[in-house]
Nanobody, 116 residues
Framework: QVRLVESGGGLVQAGGSLRISCTAS????????MGWYRQAPGKQRELVAT???????NYAASVKGRFTISRANARNSVILQMNSMKAEDTATYFC??????????WGKGTLVTVSS
């Protein structure tokens, strides 16, 4: 059974940095895309950043230049380095492991709070 576990969330001041990570287990993963999505209270879940197994990245416009996504294929893990954080980055961040548009797994989320 595929399982995604996120870690590293917490409280940070505006302008600060935080690093969150996610590790997938429970399977042998071929070609896939890993990514981070976030959901703020009262809002829909939105894409933050994704990265393919080959290293191609995609970022939401709101985080481009501030956040960096990376992955370690050998460990089936993905990391999101968040710098110059803003109050509007406050959300629960979810890790996603996707194999196709209809086959994906999600973590339970890690809360990130940015105080202004």
């Amino acid at each position: 059974q595929v399982r995604l576990v996120e870690s590293g969330g917490g409280l940070v001041q505006a302008g600060g940095s935080l690093r969150i990570s996610c590790t997938a287990s429970g399977g042998t993963f071929g070609d896939n895309e890993m990514g981070w999505y976030r959901q703020a209270p009262g809002k829909q879940r939105e894409l933050v950043a994704t990265i393919t197994r080959g290293g191609t990245t995609n970022y939401a416009a709101s985080v481009k230049g501030r956040f960096t996504i990376s992955r370690a294929n050998a460990r089936n893990s993905v990391i999101l380095q968040m710098n110059s954080m803003k109050a509007e980055d406050t959300a629960t961040y979810f890790c996603r492991l996707g194999f196709s548009p209809v086959l994906a797994y999600w973590g339970k989320g890690t809360l990130v709070t940015v105080s202004s």
